[in-house]
């Protein structure tokens, strides 16, 4: 069993018939490469060093505000909040705490930045103070040293006099980034305020920014009451808005999700293009609307050429969709922006996989594997190992090496207390032991995978984990212990309203009781 493409889960594949490309008349280089990014940035979670825990939500707030306001920059590369993430919980960097030198230094090169923006809040009396250091860590897009120069460091300090100063002072301190890169951009460039993006409110981007490092961390009814609290003090943060359905829809709160994203795209008014294609992305791909979901998907692309994430996003659209020459294509260019991106190379060896390409699979695989090594990602690892398990059953036919690594990814998982991943992992050890005839240990491991699933509320999990069940019952023998579980996976299939497992678990359910002689 494959893992999801990306954080945000996805609703069930939509099957089409035929992607017609998207025609746009910019940018103006058409068909061919867009130009390569002068130079490329990494933003780190700022502090509070108010003292003040109400202003806890700049950690992510303010740097959520510099990146909407520099994502359109077409001569920069700005790494992705999801590889920061990563990186930052790999390295175990301190909440609240700016990484010593040598850690900086270290995450630049992991991301392959040039330059780094940190800094923190400061407030002096009833003044506010934005204390930004731009870093030129001296590393370049593939990891090695761009200059034999050692790192330097320039200072930017902005004041403000009051909360509601924040969004000028961000402004200011984008706009004088801006200049120290030289990406100031053209009279095409069109560049909004801080106001303009996302909202007037500082007690909204507070809860914001709570609400998304909240959701980065997988505390996702956490992020959800944080969200609401912040649309509570501004309903048109169509920002938050779009947060708050994706975070409903990994809740599985699927109708919630959809009315959420129906209202952040009603409500686009004052949105960057950026943030309404992906506004609208978002709303497309939770309604399963994939041609609308390519589209808009297709427009970050152009409106943020050397963004890997929106590339990356694009694919995993693509994939959902059934466009998998699209979707390599898409991972290739995000991996010519971030050679470094681990789930990239995972993503691109588990579409070789589906191709059919069991050498490349491995080959990408294998960077994955180093990369998330490198950083100490124990769970990137495991999802690595689980996906060469699957390579080395489905598709080399070597279950003995499928076994090994689904075990290796096994003992992560429990170790790190991944509790869904232990389940997922079990289910194919189970049907790994079914194909080598081990089928006491296949039973014990899928009994071990529902039972998790239950207790974790994993309906998805229960009704693929009875049928598997099932299967291997029917092939041990046991075909009265087949009928029963795949009649409680009907069960499941019938809560969750799901028309393509629905058909399968009636077509076992028949199955089964013609071997039985009930007709």
């Given amino acids: 069993q ?3 493409r990306r954080a945000v889960l996805h609703p069930n594949f939509v099957a089409i018939l035929a992607l017609l490309p998207v025609r746009v008349p910019w940018p103006p280089w058409g068909p061919s490469a867009p130009p390569p990014p002068k130079t490329s940035l990494v933003l780190l979670p700022f502090q509070n060093a108010t003292g003040d825990p109400a202003y806890d939500g700049v950690r992510s707030g303010l740097a959520s505000l510099i990146r909407s306001e520099l994502i359109e920059a077409k001569s920069l590369r700005l790494v992705g ?13 301190p909440e609240n705490t700016e990484p010593s030198p040598a850690t900086t230094r270290r995450i630049a090169a992991l991301l392959g930045a040039e330059n780094v923006l940190a800094g923190r809040l400061v407030r002096i009396a009833d003044r506010l103070r934005i204390d930004a250091r731009l870093l030129a860590a001296g590393t370049s897009q593939d990891g090695g040293t761009a200059s034999a120069a050692a790192p330097g460091a320039t200072s930017i300090v902005v004041d403000g006099d009051s909360d509601r100063a924040i969004f000028t002072m961000v402004d200011d301190l984008t706009r004088r980034v801006r200049d120290r890169l030289g990406i100031a951009g053209g009279c095409l460039e069109k560049r909004r305020g801080a106001t303009e993006l996302y909202t007037r409110s500082v007690a909204a981007l507070s809860m914001y920014g709570e609400g998304l490092a909240l959701a980065r961390a997988g505390q996702e009814n956490e992020a959800a009451k944080r969200l609401e609290q ?22 599985g709160r699927s109708e919630k999700a959809v009315e959420e994203a129906t209202k952040a795209v009603a409500g686009l008014g004052p949105a960057s293009p950026y943030e309404a294609a992906r506004i609208r992305a978002v709303q497309a791909r939770l309604t399963g609307n994939s041609r609308e979901a390519l589209k808009a998907y297709g427009r970050l692309c152009e409106i943020a050429p050397n963004s890997a994430e929106a590339f990356f996003d694009l694919a995993a659209e693509q994939e ?6 699209d979707a390599r294509k898409s991972l290739l260019r995000v991996l010519a922006l971030d050679p ?18 069991g050498t490349e699979a ?82 014990r491991s899928a ?73």
């Fill in 2 to 4: 494959q893992e999801s």
């Fill in 81 to 93: 909040e999801d590889r920061v993430q990563e990186v930052f919980a790999s390295l175990k960097v």
């Fill in 230 to 251: 912040a649309l509570q003090e501004d309903p048109q943060f169509h920002v938050a808005r779009a947060l708050l359905a994706e975070t409903y829809d990994r809740l």
């Fill in 320 to 325: 959902d969709a059934g466009a998998l020459e």
């Fill in 340 to 357: 470094k991106h681990p789930t990239a190379h995972y993503a691109l060896g588990r579409l070789h996989s589906r191709l059919g390409k």
């Fill in 362 to 443: 491995l080959e990408e695989f294998g960077r994955a594997l180093a990369l998330h090594t490198e950083t100490g990602n124990d769970q990137g690892r495991a999802a690595v190992l689980n996906g060469l398990g699957d390579a080395y059953r489905h598709l080399l036919r070597r279950p003995d090496e499928a076994l090994n690594n689904y075990q290796a990814a096994l003992e992560i998982r429990r170790r790190i207390g991944d509790r869904r991943g232990v389940a997922v992992t079990l289910r194919n050890l189970a049907m790994t032991e079914r194909d080598l005839g081990r089928h006491d240990e296949g039973i």
């Fill in 447 to 519: 009994t071990e995978a529902l039972e998790i699933s239950r207790e974790i509320g994993d309906k998805d999990g229960l009704a693929r984990g009875y049928s598997e069940l099932g299967d291997i019952y029917q092939i041990a023998g046991r075909p009265e212990d087949a009928l029963k579980a795949y009649q409680e996976s009907l069960k499941v299939v019938r809560e969750i309203d799901d028309p393509t497992s629905l058909s399968h678990s009636l077509a076992n359910v028949g199955y089964i009781n013609s071997v039985l002689g009930r007709y």
